[in-house]
């Protein structure tokens, strides 16, 4: 059994960075992480998943995390991520969460210092739509 851990990427309330993660228990490590109770797979396609609290929207005071929901539209995924976000690599192939790589975190990380494009602008003021106060505060931003 691997005991060396895995590298994530957290994505929240702006502090964005590398952590371990826990290769025995990847669930309880990734749960801690992001404080929550259940996970949730936002799939970003390219060997790269993104997990996130299932109950984000439910809380007292909902927190959008707009790096993550931008990352996820970048790479197709039309989320509105709530609280927050960790990303780590996948195998497409067999489902085998595995360590982030330095290329992945570079684009992960590239993906939220970009401006987005027009369409991916879009496609996050349609998935905010429900949100007429957050879309209204992103349209103004973008």
Known sequence: ?????LTGMLIADGRNGTVPIDPTDHGASIRHYLDCRLL???ALGDGLDMFVDDE??????????????IVAH??????????????????????ETL???????????????HCPSERVRESLL??????PGLAERLRQML
């Open 126 to 131: 349609e998935t905010l739509a429900p949100f």
């Open 74 to 95: 970048q790479r197709g995924a039309r989320s509105a991520i709530f609280g927050k976000a960790l990303v780590l690599g996948i195998d497409d192939d067999t489902g």
């Open 56 to 69: 984000g929207l439910l809380v007292d005071r909902p927190v959008l995390n707009l790096a993550a929901t």
């Open 1 to 5: 059994m691997n005991t060396t851990p």
């Open 40 to 42: 949730d797979i936002v």
């Open 99 to 113: 360590t982030l790589t330095p290329e992945q975190a570079r684009s992960v990380q590239q993906l939220m210092m």
